[in-house]
């Protein structure tokens, strides 16, 4: 029987929506950085990460048009640490959203930069994590599709085998 003197409250709208953006915002953490091999997820902390960072470099960095120091850590080595091996291809998803497969990085030239001229760099800097190539080769600084292959704003990397 429905007993009609009792009051329901319900929480207002506003603080409803909040609750929600908040649940998914712990979910959606750029400290950390997710790693999944088949069914097994890994996180690393991105502090561990920039910790770790012992390759310094200096290079032109075309989309800012300027020389820039860059550190970070050999990416094909974080991923036989992680992976056993370096995988065919990579699935990356990145917290603007980019998702994209990539192979080709068996290569100790490409770099996850962790600092950019002594910083850290954030989500605004195109951060927390980047992959870029330490040594263009013959490429042409210039012609940014050249460098199609650099992904930003790193939020998980998949092994697909």
């Keep these: 029987m429905l007993n009609l003197g009792h009051k329901v409250r319900f929480p207002a ?5 909040v609750g929600l953006l908040l ?13 999944r091999d ?7 902390s991105v502090e561990a990460l920039r910790e770790r960072a ?6 032109y960095e075309p989309y ?6 860059m550190r970070g ?9 992680h992976f056993g091996r370096v995988p065919p291809q990579l699935h990356f998803q ?10 080709g990085w068996d290569d100790p030239n490409w770099i996850l930069v962790t600092h950019q001229n002594g910083e850290p760099i954030s989500l605004r800097d195109r951060g927390p994590l980047r992959l870029v190539e330490r040594d263009y080769g013959n490429r042409d600084p210039d012609n940014l599709r ?3 292959d650099w992904v930003w704003m790193i939020r998980s990397i998949e092994a697909v085998w």
């Design 13 to 17: 709208p506003g603080l409803l929506i």
């Design 23 to 35: 649940g998914s915002t712990a979910q959606a953490n750029p400290d950390t950085l997710q790693l």
């Design 38 to 44: 088949g069914d097994r997820d890994i996180t690393l």
């Design 54 to 59: 012992d390759v310094e470099f200096r290079f």
């Design 64 to 69: 800012l048009t300027e020389d820039t120091e």
């Design 73 to 81: 850590l050999v990416f094909r080595d974080l991923l036989i640490e």
């Design 94 to 103: 990145a917290w603007d959203d980019y998702d994209v497969t990539l192979a």
């Design 146 to 148: 050249n460098f199609n």
